[in-house]
C-alpha cells in the first residue's frame, strides 16, 4: 500500500522557470517531510525537510508548502537550471520510519 | 560522501543465489536502513534497525533478511534470487530513530541472470 503519492511522474521545464512537484500521504502520525534529490548513479541526498507546525519553509531556490489538512505537501523549485536535473522523491516518516514517493524525473532544458 | 558505505557497488550472480550486500553507517549512527529501488519504482522501504535491533519492516520478502552487528554495520542478505530481485539495493543511517537526516550510501547493484 502506498502511503505517499508523488505527481508528476516526469516534467520538464525551461530553464529560469518554476518547477512544482507534489506528495500526498495518508498516515497523520507523518511528523516529518523531507525532500530528497538523486542524481544518476548516487544515492538520494537530502534537499529540504519540513515538519508539520509550519506551513512553508524556503531554503535558497528551493521550497516546501506543506498543507497539514489537506495531507499534502509540495516542492517548488525557483528559476530552476540544467543541474537541478534530477530524480526527486518526496518522504513522510515518523521516527525516521520514512517512506517515500514513487519520484519525479525533473528535466530543466536550457 | 555520505559517510556511508556500501559494498560491493555491482553484483552480478545467477538466479537461485543467495548473496550478501554489506552497509557500513556513517560514524555514530545507530540506525540503518535498507530500501529497494527498481527501475519503473521509487524507493521501497525494506527494513530499520536500531543499535542492532530491528526496529520498523517495509515490504521485505521473506526471502531477505538482515541484521546490524554489534559494531552497527549492517548486512542485507538476499536468497533464492530471481530475476525481478535485480535493482539497486540503498542502504542509509541516521544519529537516532527520531526524525532527523538519513544519510543514503551509493548502492548496490544487484543483476540477477
Known amino acids: 500500500q502506498q502511503q505517499v503519492k508523488q505527481s508528476p511522474q516526469s516534467l520538464i521545464v525551461q530553464k529560469g522557470g518554476i518547477s512544482i512537484i507534489n506528495c500526498a500521504y495518508e498516515n497523520t502520525a507523518f511528523d516529518y517531510f523531507p525532500w530528497y534529490q538523486q542524481f544518476p548513479g548516487k544515492g538520494p541526498a537530502l534537499l529540504i525537510a519540513?515538519?508539520?507546525?509550519?506551513s512553508e519553509k524556503k531554503e535558497g531556490r528551493f521550497t516546501i508548502s506543506f498543507n497539514k489538512s489537506a495531507k499534502q505537501f509540495s516542492l517548488h523549485i525557483m528559476d530552476s537550471q540544467p543541474g537541478d536535473s534530477a530524480t526527486y522523491f518526496c518522504?513522510?516518516?515518523?521516527?525516521?520510519?520514512?517512506?517515500f514517493g514513487a519520484g519525479t524525473r525533473l528535466t530543466v532544458k536550457p | 560522501d555520505s559517510g556511508v558505505t556500501q559494498t560491493p557497488k555491482h553484483l552480478i550472480t545467477a538466479t537461485g543465489q543467495r548473496v550478501t550486500l554489506r552497509c557500513s553507517p556513517r560514524?555514530?549512527?545507530?540506525?540503518v536502513y535498507w530500501y529497494q529501488q527498481s527501475l519503473d519504482q521509487g524507493l521501497q522501504f525494506l527494513i530499520q534497525y536500531y543499535n542492532g535491533e530491528e526496529r520498523a519492516k517495509g515490504n521485505i520478502l521473506e526471502r531477505f533478511s538482515a541484521q546490524q552487528f554489534p559494531d552497527l554495520h549492517s548486512e542485507l542478505n538476499l536468497s533464492s534470487l530471481e530475476l525481478g530481485d535485480s535493482a539497486l539495493y540503498f542502504c542509509?543511517?541516521?544519529?537516532?530513530?527520531?526524525?532527523?537526516?538519513?544519510?543514503f550510501g551509493q548502492g548496490t547493484r544487484l543483476t540477477v541472470v
Open positions: 560514524s555514530g549512527d545507530l540506525s
Open positions: 518522504a513522510a516518516s515518523r521516527n525516521n520510519d520514512m517512506r
Open positions: 519540513i515538519r508539520p507546525d509550519v
Open positions: 542509509a543511517s541516521s544519529a537516532t530513530t527520531g526524525n532527523t537526516e538519513a544519510f
